[in-house]
C-alpha cells in the first residue's frame, strides 16, 4: 500500500500542508524541529514522493493514470558493446513503440546500487518493470511485491517467488549442445561457464553435466573454469588451458555465452591453434557477431529479439489486469551448427 502526504500529516501531528512544505522546501518556511520530525515520519514509513504526481501538480483526490512507460532496469557495466542485452532491448523498443509505450532504462553500476535507488523507480513514473539479466536473490524482487507492481524477469524463471519471468530451458539446451560435441567423439570436453551469479549459468553448467552422464562419461571439476560473461574472460581462460600438457587438454569447450567463446577463438587465432581442426568451440546466445566469427561460431541460438517483445507483452498484460501474474514462460532455443565444431580426428 502506497503511503500518502496525509499518512505523513497524522504520522507526525502536523497538517499535510506543513508535510507538503517540509517535502518541497516552500513555498513557506517550517521550524527545524517540525521538519526534523516529518522527515523522520517519511523514514519510519519509507514514504517516497511521488515525482510525476509533483510535476503535474495533481491535486488532492485526483487518483494517477497510467503513464504508458516501461521501465527497464539492468546494470550498466555489461551494456557497452554486449550483443546480447543489444538484441533483448531492440525486441523491447520494437515492442513498446508498437504498443506506443514509452521505455525509460535505468541503469546502474551494480546490482547492489539498485537496492539503494528503488525511490527513482517506485515514483509513478512507470507503469510496471522489466529487470534484464538480475541475480536470482536481490530485495528488489520483494520490493516489486510488497507494492504489488507489474514485474517481468528475463533470464531467470525464479521457481521460487511468484513473479513472471521469460526465458529459454537453459539446462536442456546446453545438454544437447554438449551431447553433440559427444557424437563428434569429443570426450574430454571443458566448460568456461562464466560466473553463477544469473541462475543461467547455474543451468547451464547442469546441462553440461547431464549430457556426460547420459554418454557415460565421469565428470572433471578441473575441466570446468568460471570466469565472467565476456570476451576477456574467455580469452584468458583459454590461454591457461594452452599452458596445461597436451594429455590434459580438452578437445573441445562449451562456453556458456558467445562472448567467452568469441575470445576464445581470439586466444586461439593468437596462438595459431586450428579450429575446429584441433579443438572444437561451441557458444551460447547466436549474437549477431557470431556467424562472422572466424571460423563462423557453432552456438546455441535464444530467440532474443522475441524475449525482449514477449516481456513487454506480458508486463502489458499484468498493467491492464491491474496486479502481478507470476506467470513462467520457456521459450524454445535452438542449437546452430556452423564451422567451429568438427569431429574429433581418430
Known amino acids: ?199 543461467s549459468a547455474r543451468l547451464r553448467l547442469d546441462g553440461y553435466r547431464q549430457a556426460l552422464a547420459k554418454a557415460g562419461i565421469a565428470y572433471d571439476e578441473t575441466l570446468v573454469l568460471p570466469g565472467g560473461h565476456y570476451a576477456r574472460s574467455g580469452h584468458e581462460r583459454a590461454l591457461q588451458i594452452l599452458q596445461w600438457p597436451a594429455d590434459r587438454r580438452p578437445t573441445a569447450l562449451f562456453c556458456s555465452n558467445d562472448g567467452i567463446a568469441l575470445g576464445v577463438l581470439d586466444a586461439l587465432h593468437e596462438l595459431k591453434v586450428s579450429v575446429p581442426e584441433e579443438i572444437s568451440v561451441c557458444g551460447f546466445d547466436d549474437i549477431p557477431s557470431a556467424p562472422l566469427a572466424q571460423p563462423a561460431l557453432t552456438t546455441v541460438r535464444q530467440p532474443l529479439n522475441r524475449i525482449g517483445m514477449r516481456a513487454v507483452e506480458l508486463l502489458l498484460e499484468q498493467i491492464t489486469a491491474g496486479k502481478p501474474t507470476g506467470r513462467k514462460e520457456v521459450l524454445p532455443a535452438e542449437l546452430i551448427i556452423r564451422d567451429s565444431v568438427a569431429a574429433l580426428a581418430e
Not at 488532492?60 to 527497464?72: A, F, P, V
Not at 513498446?96 to 514509452?102: D, H, I, P, S
Open 1 to 199: 500500500m502506497s503511503i500518502t502526504i496525509r499518512d505523513l500529516a497524522r504520522a507526525s501531528g502536523v497538517s499535510a500542508a506543513t508535510v507538503s512544505y517540509v517535502l518541497n522546501n516552500g513555498p513557506k518556511p517550517v521550524k527545524p524541529e517540525t521538519r526534523e520530525r516529518v522527515l523522520k515520519a517519511a523514514a519510519e514509513l519509507n514514504y517516497h514522493p511521488n515525482a510525476v504526481a509533483r510535476g503535474l501538480g495533481l491535486k488532492r483526490g485526483l487518483s494517477l493514470k497510467r503513464m504508458n512507460t516501461i521501465g527497464l532496469i539492468n546494470q550498466f557495466a555489461v551494456w557497452p558493446g554486449n550483443q546480447y542485452f543489444s538484441a533483448i532491448l531492440d525486441g523491447i523498443l520494437y515492442a513498446c513503440n508498437a504498443a506506443r509505450q514509452g521505455t525509460t532504462i535505468f541503469a546502474e553500476h551494480s546490482w547492489d546500487d539498485m537496492s539503494a535507488n528503488q525511490a527513482t523507480y517506485f515514483d509513478g513514473r512507470c507503469d510496471g518493470f522489466i529487470l534484464l539479466a538480475a541475480p536470482s536473490v536481490h530485495p528488489l524482487f520483494e520490493a516489486f511485491q510488497r507494492r504489488q507492481l507489474p514485474v517481468v524477469v528475463i533470464g531467470d524463471l525464479l521457481p521460487d517467488l511468484d513473479v513472471s519471468c521469460i526465458d529459454v530451458d537453459n539446462a536442456l539446451a546446453a545438454e544437447e549442445a554438449v551431447s553433440y560435441l559427444i557424437d563428434q567423439g569429443h570426450r574430454r570436453i571443458g566448460m568456461l561457464c562464466g560466473d553463477f551469479v544469473s541462475a
